[in-house]
């Protein structure tokens, strides 16, 4: 069977955002205030991890480095978050959020734990879930409806946790563990229908099998397996390992099929 789709990718693409892009330059942090702005160069960076003190200044350079970036973070949720981090950030962890090049996987362990409490905190899980959940129909092909796409986001949300729960998931995409979240989250939300229809067409798409064949087998293999499972035996298909019990049935589904009358050709290998 060919490899539908890369799933392993979309988590560390997609969620990979949560610090990059945020902020001016490097060391820098530019802040606005009553009398017009200001400039602070931060500290000399050390990576003890204790907190530098969180002064109005890092407070609104946090905030607006959330807000600039490509996150969508309200207001009031960068607000929040960056009143929690300034606080205990060392001034390098500063410096690594309000960077445009800065990374999760920059950030020392102390300072890390600081982003994700502060995270887990004050943004909704939405931020990254919508992006990553974007991400996934995009690259899977599948045409999500609206009630899926949110269904989809808050199962996430409750499979990964919170917002710097997902964060640290995008840390290790490969992580057997996040994947085995992200495809539960996104299969228990798909219908019956939306998986018959992407199924019929990768079956059908490079013309070795007829419409009429692919719908019968995709209908067999739903009601087999649902969403949930089909993911994850897709995923393991897509890494070259496909399941025996799978392919089984997709070869029981096609004999079936084509007793019944919906002959067509075979599954393209």
Do not use: H
């Amino acid at each position: 069977m060919r490899a539908m789709w890369r799933t392993t990718m979309l988590m560390g693409a997609v969620l990979g955002l949560a610090l990059t892009g945020c902020g001016g330059e490097s060391g820098t942090i530019t802040a606005a205030d009553d009398t017009g702005t200001t400039e602070t160069t931060l500290d000399p960076a050390d990576d003890s991890g204790a907190g530098s003190g969180g002064s109005t200044a890092d407070v609104d350079a946090l905030a607006e480095a959330l807000t600039r970036a490509d996150l969508g973070v309200p207001e009031d949720q960068a607000r929040c978050a960056a009143e929690l981090m300034a606080a205990d950030l060392s001034s390098e962890g500063i410096g690594i959020v309000v960077s445009p090049s800065g990374a999760p996987t920059d950030l020392g362990p102390a300072d890390l734990e600081v982003v994700t409490a502060a995270f887990n905190e004050c943004l909704d899980v939405s931020v990254f879930g919508e992006g990553a959940v974007g991400a996934f129909a995009t690259s899977s092909g599948i045409d999500l409806t609206e009630e899926e796409s949110t269904c989809s986001i808050e199962a996430l949300g409750t499979e990964v946790g919170g917002a710097g729960d997902m964060m640290i998931a995008s840390m290790d995409p490969e992580s057997p563990d996040t994947i085995d979240k992200f495809l539960s989250a996104i299969g228990g939300c798909l219908t019956t229908d939306s998986l018959v229809t992407y199924l019929t067409g990768q079956f059908s798409a490079d013309g070795t099998m007829d419409e009429a064949t692919a719908g019968c087998i995709s209908q067999a293999l739903v009601g087999e397996y649902g969403g949930t499972d089909l993911l994850k035996n897709f995923a393991a298909a897509a890494d070259g390992s496909l399941p025996a019990d799978f392919e089984a049935s997709i070869t029981a589904a096609a004999t079936s099929c084509a007793t019944s009358g919906a002959v067509g050709g075979g599954i393209g290998q």
